[in-house]
């Protein structure tokens, strides 16, 4: 006779396993207590120090880089500022979020070197301007660029345009992304 390994099931003629029925039902009834229980919060002060949160607005808009950013960082500072205003937002709601440094090259040259510059004077535009100190940049060659469906001259070598796109905090923008 072959021998089962394991435990071995003896049956007593009063157990029927009904006080594990109600063992396992007082379970489930505690952990669905458990997960039932809701917290509430008696805080009357509203979120007034709750971060805010920005959404990229997707009309960009250029800003023509002076010859000296180092002691002209505060006219690209000025037309960002400009640009808000213009909007009717504040600058305590709106700020850059991304800007494309495109950098302009000459007829001997490829889009490469145009680009190569612009990512040299990026370190540049972030220490002349207090507005790109944090900023995602990107950068590019061209001589020119479409923004906002506007065909914009970069110009040859050393010639610098910055493509703007604003963190905006306030309602849900509007605007026609599939430009």
């Known amino acids: 006779m072959a021998r089962g390994f394991g435990f071995r099931r003896r049956s007593s003629g009063g157990e029927d396993g009904t006080g594990w029925i109600y063992a396992d039902l007082f379970l489930a009834l505690t952990i669905v207590g458990l997960g039932s229980a809701v917290v509430t919060s008696s805080s009357s002060a509203p979120a007034a120090n709750a971060p805010k949160t920005f959404q990229l607005s997707c009309a960009e808009f250029p800003v023509r880089v002076p010859a000296n950013v180092k002691s002209n960082g505060a006219q690209i500072d000025n037309a960002i500022n400009q640009e808000i205003a213009k909007r009717g937002w504040s600058a305590e709601s709106s700020k850059p979020g991304l800007v494309i440094v495109m950098g302009g090259f000459s007829s001997n040259e490829s889009p ?52 703007v796109y604003l963190l905006y905090s306030g309602p849900a923008l509007t605007e026609d992304c599939t430009r």
């Open 112 to 163: 490469g070197d145009g680009d190569g510059r612009a990512k040299s004077l990026t370190s540049s535009l972030r220490a002349a301007s207090p507005l790109l100190a944090s900023v995602e940049m990107r950068t590019a060659g061209a001589r020119s660029v479409s923004v906002n469906g506007q065909q914009t001259s970069v110009g040859g070598a050393g010639s610098y345009v910055l493509v």
